[in-house]
């Protein structure tokens, strides 16, 4: 449960600071549209919020089947995409089709960016926890000679 909480808080600070990016490169490239009103910070964390509750959908308590995660995964995507196209309609983020149509791919794409940070941090904590074992395995058995 403690590491699913620490990856709850890390998908939040993940999801907001890829929110911010987004919705800084949209205002960037789109000058149209104003500055940015002084809710949005607070819609972000809102954001950042309610897309990483979802996570705790993978709090296993036993290792879980690829069949049982790929199906949470899926849930999960269709959670977090509800969450925030239902904050998008309820704080003006799109007013139209193409406009929920572009939000729908913009989430996708930070959906996509969180799970590939996350992919390639865990690979990397492997590798580190195989070397140490490796290192561990080497000194044992260097002792026994």
């Known amino acids: 449960m403690k590491d699913t909480v620490k990856l709850v808080i890390s998908h ?3 999801i907001s600071t890829g929110v911010l990016f987004i919705t800084s490169l ?3 490239l789109f000058e149209g549209n104003g500055p940015l009103s002084p809710e949005l910070p607070w819609q972000v964390f809102l954001t950042g919020i309610l897309g990483a509750l979802p ?3 993978f709090g296993f308590k036993n290792e879980p089947t690829k069949k049982q995660f790929r199906v949470r995964t899926v849930i999960h995507f269709f959670v977090i995409e509800t969450v925030v196209m239902t904050e998008g309609a309820l704080f003006g983020w799109y007013g139209s089709i193409i406009g929920a149509l572009i939000l729908f791919v913009v989430i996708l794409a930070v959906y996509l960016f969180v799970w590939a940070y996350s992919y ?7 590798r580190g926890i195989n070397a140490a074992l490796k290192r561990f395995n080497e000194d044992d058995e260097d002792e026994e000679i």
């Open 120 to 126: 390639f941090m865990n690979i990397h904590l492997a």
């Open 12 to 14: 939040f600070f993940i």
């Open 26 to 28: 949209s205002n960037l």
């Open 55 to 57: 996570t705790f959908l």
